[in-house]
C-alpha cells in the first residue's frame, strides 16, 4: 500500500471511530458551531468532536505545525477532505479566521504574527468578523474612510463598520482602514489592521432589517488604540490584501454552504395549497413560471455539478464560477416572489396568531432573498466582474462618453 | 452523472470542429442558399462525414456501429452548429437510425442500417403534421387491408425529406390516444405527394401528403399500435442533438457579438465598455453557461440509460431553447444596423437558431412536457 493509500485508510479509521453518528449530514440553521472565546455547543456530541478535532490539529489540517497546523501536505489535506465529505461530516467549527484571514497571513504576515494569530486559530479560541464595508463603501468598497492614524507604537482608528456578521459576537476583526488620504488613486491609501473587539471605543450595534432580527452588526470606532504589530502586510498596501482575502470569501462561503440545509420550500405543494387550481390564464400562468422556477435551479445545480468535475480535471473554471452567485441570489428571490404571488394575503402576515408558521417564515424568507442580490457583491458588482473579467469588455472611459 | 467531455469525446470535437470550419464555414450555406440548392446540403461533405466514422457513432457495436454514445454525438452536433453546417445526420442517422435500431427486425436493420451509415441511402422521418411538434396529436392514419396498410394525411416540417430514399412515418392505428405505429415508406411509392416547404434556415425540409398509399406488411416496424415508445426515444435523441447544435450556434453567435461590443465604436468609445451592454451580454453568458450544463446532462442520460433521461432532455431542450431565442435575438440588436442586413453572418444564425428552437419541441413544449412527465412519474 502506497504512504497515501495507508493515510487514507488510517484517516478512514479514526473519522469513523471519532466523529459524533449526530453529526454527520447538513446542518439546519443554528445548528453548526462558531469557534471563539465564548463557543457554544448545542450538543455533548458537538463538544466531543470540536475537542477532538481540535486535539488532532485538524481545524487548520494543511497549515504548518509550527503555528499549531496539521502540517499535512497537500496530497493529504486532499485525501482527508474526501474522506470527511465521505462520511458526511459537518465542521467541527465555523471560522471566518480560518477560511478568510489565514491563508491571507500565511502569504504576507510577519513569523511574529503568525505564531500570535494563527495559533489560537488552530485551537477555536478566537472568533473572527470582517471590517470591510462602510456606510459610503459598498459596491464602492475603495472608497472606505474609517481612519488609522499614526501615533508612535499604535494608530488610533476612528470611523464606523457596516454589514458586519456577528461584529457584536466575535473576538477579533480584519479591517480595512485609511491610512493615507493624499495619494491620488483611493486603493493606494488602504491598510489592513486587525483588532481586539473587546478594546475600549469599539462598539457593535446589530441592525434590524426588513425581515426582523439579523445577525449583520453596524461597528463603531472611538479612538480606537490599534498596536501597530497588527498590521498586516505594508503601511498603504492592503488593497491587494483585500482582494485576496474576497477571493478566499468564495470559497468559505460555498463550504458553508455545502453544510447547511438549504430553507427548503416545495413550490410545487405550496401552490397546491393556496393557488385555485382554475384554468384562467393567470392561474395557468403562474403554474408556468412554478415549472420554469424548479427547472431553472435544476440547471443551476447540475451547473454547481459541472463546476466540480472541470475543477476536478484541471480546466480553467472562472467563467462559471463568476456566475454562482449572481445566478443563485437571483433564483432565490424568482423563487419567493412567485410563492408570494400565489400566496396573495396569506403571505402578508407579520407575526400573531392570524398566519401559521409556515406562511410567516415564507414572508420572512421572502423578505431576506432581497439581501441575497445585495451581500457579497450586488448583482450589478457580479454582472461588472463577468463583462470585464470574463467577458473582456472593454472599461468605460473616465469621465463617461462624449 | 459526468457534465463534461472525457478525453475522447474532446479530441472527437476538436476533429469537428476544425473538419466544419475548413470544409463547411458559413459561407457555404450562404452559396447554397444563394443558387436555390434543393438538396440543401452537400453530398460530397455527406460522404466524408461517413468516412469520419460519425454516422456510426451511436450504433451498437453489433449493429455495425461504434458505440461511441450520444456524448460523442453532442460533440460533433455543437461543432456544426458554430459553422451553420448542414447535413442529414440529425433525420438519417439519429432519429431514423434510432427507430430502426429501437424497433426494427433484423431484416430491417439489415436492410437499411448499414445503408444510412455508409451514406449509400438516407431516410428521413415524418412526425409533425400541425404548426406545432405534437406527436401526442398524430391524425395521419394507416388503416389494415388485404395487402398491408393503406396511409392517407399529412406531414409537415420532414427534416431532410426531399431526395430521401424513404421516410419512416408515425401513423395513428387505433383510437387510443398512443396507438401509434410507425412504417417505412420507400421513395416512389404510388400516392406519395412531395412538395418543398421553403424555410427561413435555407434547409432541406418537406411537406408529405399520403392518399391511399399501400405499404406492405413488412414495412411496419415493430408492433402495431405499439410505435409510440420506440418514437419517442428516438425523438428524444433528436432533441438532444439540436440542443448541442443550437448550443455550439449560440456560443459561436455569441463570440461574434462580443467581437463586435470590443471594436464597434460609437461617440468615440467601444460600445462594449457601455455598462447597459455590458449587463446584457453577461446575463448572455449566464444562459449559455445554465444552458451547456443542461445539455451536458441530457446527453449523458441518454447514454447512461437514466430513467430521468427524457426529464432532462426536455430540460436541455427548453433552457437551450430559451438561451438560444435571448442570445439570438440580443445578438441582433446589438449589432445595430447592419444587423438586420443579409449581408451579415449574424443573420444566418439567427434564423437558423430559430428553426432549431422550434423543431421536436419549443421552449413551452418542453416546459409542458416536464410537468406531465413529472406528474406520471
Known amino acids: 500500500m502506497s504512504t497515501i493509500e495507508e493515510f487514507r485508510a488510517e484517516t478512514r479509521a479514526w473519522l469513523e471511530a471519532n466523529c459524533p453518528e449526530s453529526l454527520r449530514g447538513a446542518a439546519a440553521a443554528g445548528e453548526l458551531v462558531w469557534g471563539g472565546s465564548k463557543v457554544e455547543f448545542g450538543s455533548e456530541d458537538q463538544r466531543l468532536w470540536f475537542e477532538r478535532m481540535r486535539d488532532k490539529n485538524w481545524f487548520c489540517p494543511d497549515w504548518p505545525e509550527a503555528y499549531g497546523g496539521g502540517g499535512l501536505t497537500p496530497e493529504q489535506d486532499a485525501v482527508l477532505q474526501q474522506e470527511l465529505k465521505r462520511l458526511k461530516c459537518r465542521p467541527p467549527q465555523i471560522n471566518l479566521g480560518i477560511w478568510m484571514l489565514g491563508p491571507v497571513l500565511l502569504e504576507f504576515g510577519t513569523e511574529e504574527q503568525k505564531k500570535r494569530l494563527l495559533t489560537p486559530m488552530t485551537r477555536g479560541e478566537v472568533r473572527w468578523c470582517q471590517g470591510f464595508s462602510e456606510p459610503n463603501a459598498g459596491s464602492d468598497l475603495a472608497n472606505i474612510r474609517t481612519s488609522a492614524v499614526d501615533a508612535g507604537d499604535h494608530f488610533v482608528v476612528n470611523g464606523s463598520k457596516i454589514w458586519t456578521s456577528y461584529g457584536d459576537k466575535s473576538d477579533w476583526m480584519y479591517c480595512l482602514v485609511r491610512t493615507d488620504n493624499s495619494s ?16 475600549e471605543g469599539v462598539e457593535a450595534r446589530p441592525i434590524d432589517l426588513i425581515s426582523g432580527k439579523s445577525t449583520f452588526c453596524e461597528v463603531f470606532f472611538d479612538n480606537v488604540k490599534v498596536p501597530k504589530e497588527n498590521l498586516i502586510g505594508p503601511l498603504n498596501g492592503g488593497w491587494t490584501l483585500a482582494k485576496r482575502l474576497l477571493q478566499h470569501e468564495r470559497s468559505a462561503m460555498s463550504k458553508f454552504g455545502e453544510f447547511s440545509l438549504p430553507t427548503h420550500f416545495d413550490l410545487m405543494s405550496i401552490l397546491g395549497d393556496y393557488l385555485p387550481q382554475s384554468e384562467s390564464p393567470s392561474d395557468i400562468a403562474l403554474r408556468a413560471r412554478a415549472r420554469a422556477c424548479a427547472m431553472d435551479e435544476h440547471a443551476y445545480n447540475l451547473t454547481v455539478q459541472r463546476m466540480g ?56 424568507a421572502w423578505l431576506l432573498s432581497y439581501t ?31 | 452523472m459526468s457534465l463534461i467531455y472525457n478525453e475522447e469525446q474532446r479530441m472527437l470535437l476538436d476533429t469537428a470542429q476544425e473538419f466544419f470550419a475548413e470544409r463547411s464555414p458559413v459561407s457555404a450555406l450562404r452559396a447554397m442558399r444563394d443558387r436555390g440548392d434543393e438538396l440543401g446540403f452537400e453530398p460530397d461533405l455527406w460522404q466524408e462525414m461517413t468516412e469520419l466514422g460519425w454516422t456510426a457513432i451511436p450504433f451498437p457495436e453489433s449493429l455495425g456501429g ?41 431484416a430491417q436493420q439489415e436492410n437499411w442500417l448499414s445503408e ?177 450544463s443542461s445539455l451536458m446532462a441530457a446527453l449523458e442520460a441518454l ?75
Open chain 2, 66 to 106: 461504434l458505440e461511441f454514445g450520444y456524448a460523442g454525438m453532442g460533440a460533433v452536433f455543437e461543432s456544426a452548429g458554430r459553422h451553420l453546417s448542414a447535413s442529414p445526420l440529425l433525420s438519417s442517422i439519429v432519429l431514423c437510425g434510432s427507430v430502426l435500431e429501437l424497433g426494427g427486425s433484423e
Open chain 1, 309 to 364: 468535475q472541470q475543477a476536478r480535471a484541471g480546466q480553467d473554471v472562472s467563467g462559471i464560477a463568476a456566475i454562482m452567485k449572481l445566478v443563485h441570489s437571483e433564483q432565490e428571490k424568482q423563487k419567493f416572489e412567485l410563492l408570494v404571488d400565489a400566496m396573495g394575503y396569506r403571505a402578508l402576515g407579520w407575526d400573531g396568531e392570524e398566519f401559521s408558521e409556515k406562511e410567516q417564515a415564507i414572508s420572512k
Open chain 2, 116 to 292: 444510412l451509415m455508409s451514406g449509400s441511402k438516407r431516410l428521413a422521418l415524418a412526425v409533425d403534421e400541425g404548426a406545432r411538434h405534437n406527436p401526442e396529436q398524430i391524425a395521419l392514419s394507416a388503416s389494415r387491408n388485404d395487402s398491408g396498410f393503406e396511409l392517407n394525411g399529412n406531414k409537415v416540417m420532414v427534416v431532410d425529406g426531399l431526395g430521401a430514399d424513404g421516410w419512416i412515418v408515425a401513423a395513428r392505428t387505433g383510437d387510443a390516444a398512443n396507438a401509434i405505429s410507425l412504417f417505412i415508406v420507400p421513395a416512389g411509392a404510388e400516392g406519395v405527394t412531395l412538395t418543398r416547404q421553403n424555410l427561413i434556415d435555407s434547409r432541406n425540409t418537406a411537406r408529405l401528403a399520403f392518399n391511399q398509399v399501400q405499404v406492405a406488411p413488412d414495412d411496419l416496424i415493430g408492433e402495431l399500435d405499439r410505435g409510440a415508445e420506440v418514437l419517442n426515444r428516438a425523438l428524444d435523441r433528436g432533441r438532444a442533438c439540436i440542443a448541442a447544435e443550437l448550443q455550439g450556434a449560440c456560443e459561436e453567435l455569441f463570440k461574434i457579438t462580443l467581437d463586435y461590443l470590443r471594436t464597434r465604436v460609437q461617440f468615440d468609445v467601444p460600445i462594449g465598455s457601455f455598462q447597459a451592454l455590458q449587463h446584457r451580454a453577461a446575463w448572455m453568458h449566464v444562459d449559455i453557461e445554465l444552458a451547456r
Open chain 2, 303 to 377: 447514454d447512461a440509460g437514466d430513467a430521468q433521461a427524457s426529464q432532462l432532455v426536455s430540460l436541455a431542450k427548453w433552457k437551450v431553447g430559451q438561451m438560444a431565442d435571448k442570445v439570438s435575438g440580443e445578438a441582433v440588436q446589438m449589432h445595430g444596423g447592419i444587423g438586420v442586413t443579409d449581408e451579415l453572418d449574424v443573420g444566418l444564425y439567427f434564423k437558423r437558431i430559430r428553426v432549431l428552437q422550434a423543431l421536436l419541441g419549443d421552449a413551452d413544449y418542453h416546459l409542458d412536457r416536464s410537468a406531465s412527465l413529472l406528474e406520471s412519474a
Open chain 1, 184 to 199: 491620488a488613486k483611493k486603493q493606494e491609501g488602504i491598510s489592513l489592521v486587525v483588532l481586539d473587539m473587546h478594546a
Open chain 1, 372 to 402: 441575497q442580490t445585495i451581500a457579497g457583491g450586488s448583482s450589478e458588482v457580479q454582472l461588472n466582474v463577468i463583462a470585464k473579467r470574463v467577458l473582456d469588455l472593454p472599461d468605460a472611459p473616465k469621465g463617461g462618453a462624449k
